[in-house]
């Protein structure tokens, strides 16, 4: 059967942002998916490099409006990293706090999408309404629905008083009730249940080739978390699980979300307890990087971030490199997409939340197509250096 | 055209493409029509196409390669259009005016009637833009 290409995109009403795939379609069959990305690179890593450190962590904020505190955390990670800065016990509580409250609004905001995404708009109006509260606390904890600001180099910028913490707790014990009830709702619900159960799946071999991070992976049963595997701030502190499904289809990702989500909630928990006791400062004073380079990495909603940061001694970075969790979980499309009918296409794109503004900072083109692409590339770029060194040396 | 603006203020479609933005503003924006903010109470709609629309939302700076495609949106759409710019990257740029990719002025690219600066504005402050506007089309 001749195949026909369907554009989606870049505008397109179920996409928040702009971003454009194409499907390759046999009949009702997804063959190939081809995607293109680059709407939203702005070239964060290059403003990054005329930033001081602190400034940097405002910029790194806006790489996603939804990782507004993952990107921060990873970069701060990434300069103590340089000068193994010691961070006082209490901002690793306020660290932890914001950073699974985070959690709890970005899976929230996947799972009422989800819900848009295949006609549920009951899910995600229901969704959207409970996450407002968490909102709430943000705003409470930093003053800022998005966009936290909270996090500095060696501890946080503003400080959890006990006043604050009784109105958390109010939020908090209504935010578990109702996530108990919508983790039943995506487990029990029938509709759901069939229209999600064995749609996109992504296998185990599949989701290890692909380097597939996150809910993505943990869904396919690959149990890596870095809270968990290398714990940084509090979470070593901290008592969680580590939710891992074995199927790797659609439901099992949502599944692994929502109950990410109760898991959240118990770690908000247990660091509000300790954040009534802990006492001492929240900002260690930091004067000097000194020159060298460093790793950070979080667990975001998506997967892992990973930053890196070069420092001259200056105040500022000479080298700041990104990768975002959506960078490799995209382009587990290929193997997903392949073979399902285009119902189920969208669902199936969805499925390992994308995040374009965090992907699209380096490179263009990630689809089948791309392998012969960057072969191409390659080759010419070695054939020109072959031509400038024989101008060179003139045979 | 006073007679046809009042009639439109009634219920206003809305379009919302997204520059190049963060993610947070139309999440925001998202937001306004969810249970909490409910902005459909005011007669609101987000419409699938722009050739529906009668106001066209647009959030975060315009890179090179978005900003002709901004341009064909905004070519598409049936005129009077009113363009809401949302967030401080349309006004100022915010922290990515030096960048690389950036283009100079949204202004140039697309007329913008009406500016909700914040990073990202609350509900709130877009709920009082709509209220602005649907004020002014009543005159």
């Known amino acids: 059967m001749k195949a026909n290409k369907i554009p989606i995109g870049p505008f397109h009403p179920l996409l928040e942002e702009a971003e454009y795939f194409e499907l390759k379609v046999e009949g009702e069959t997804v063959v190939d998916i081809d995607m293109e990305i680059g709407w939203m690179h702005r070239g964060h890593e290059y403003i990054s490099e005329m930033k001081t450190f602190t400034q940097s962590i405002y910029l790194v904020e806006r790489i996603c409006g939804i990782c507004s505190t993952s990107h921060p955390l990873a970069c701060v990670h990434a300069v ?46 229901w969704v959207w309404k409970y996450r407002e509260p968490v909102l709430e606390m943000f705003e409470i904890i930093s003053g800022n629905r998005n966009h936290y600001g909270m996090m500095r180099v060696g501890g946080v910028a503003k400080d959890v008083e006990p006043e604050k913490i009784t109105e958390l707790y109010k939020h908090l014990d209504m935010i578990e009730k109702k996530m108990v009830m919508v983790a039943n709702v995506v487990r029990d619900d029938p509709v759901l249940r069939s229209r999600l159960k064995g749609v996109g799946v992504l296998t185990h071999e599949a989701a290890v ?95 892992e971030v990973f930053h890196y940061i070069r420092s001259d001694g200056t105040n500022r970075p000479i080298r700041h490199k990104v990768r975002a969790p959506s960078f490799v979980n995209i382009p587990t499309f290929t193997a997903s997409c392949k073979g399902i009918p285009i119902a189920d296409a969208l669902i199936t794109l969805a499925s390992v939340d994308p995040c374009y503004c965090c992907t699209e900072r380096s490179l263009k083109i990630i689809d089948s197509s791309c392998e012969s692409r960057q072969i191409d590339l390659l080759k010419s770029s070695r054939e020109k250096t072959e031509r400038i060194r024989r101008e060179v040396h003139g045979n | ?70 341009k064909k949106i905004y070519d598409q759409a049936p005129k009077p259009i009113f363009v809401v710019a949302i967030g401080t990257c349309v006004s100022s740029g915010c922290c990515f005016k030096d960048s690389y990719n950036i283009t100079e002025k949204p202004e140039s690219i697309i007329p913008i009637d009406m500016f909700v600066p914040g990073c990202p504005p609350k509900p709130e402050a877009m709920i009082e833009a709509v209220a602005k506007l649907m004020g002014v089309l009543n005159g």
């Open chain 2, 1 to 70: 055209m006073g007679w046809y603006n009042k009639r439109l203020a009634k219920s206003l479609w809305v379009f919302h493409a997204s520059g190049s933005p963060c993610n947070n503003c139309d999440i925001e924006i998202l937001d306004l029509i969810t249970p909490r903010y409910d902005i459909e109470r005011l007669g609101l709609k987000l419409v699938g196409s722009v050739r529906h629309a009668d106001v066209l939302l647009v959030t975060g700076i315009f890179n090179q390669k978005i900003a002709p495609k901004i």
């Open chain 1, 209 to 303: 080739a692909y380097c597939a991070t996150g809910p993505t992976s943990r869904a396919s049963g690959v149990p890596w978390d870095v809270r968990r595997d290398e714990p940084t701030d509090a979470y070593d502190l901290v008592d969680f699980e580590v939710i891992v499904l074995p199927n790797g289809d659609v439901y099992d990702k949502a599944v692994v979300r929502v109950l990410e989500v109760i898991e959240s909630c118990k770690i908000i928990r247990q660091c509000l307890e300790k954040l009534k006791t802990a006492q001492g400062s929240i900002l260690n004073n930091v004067k000097e990087i000194s020159p060298g380079e460093g790793i950070g990495r979080y667990e975001a909603p998506r997967g």
């Open chain 1, 80 to 125: 103590e990293d340089i000068d193994n800065i010691e961070i006082p016990l209490r901002a690793r509580y306020i660290r932890t706090l914001v950073g699974e409250l985070e959690r709890i609004h970005s899976h929230l905001l996947w799972i009422g999408l989800a819900g848009h995404f295949i006609g549920y708009d009951t899910l995600w109006m």
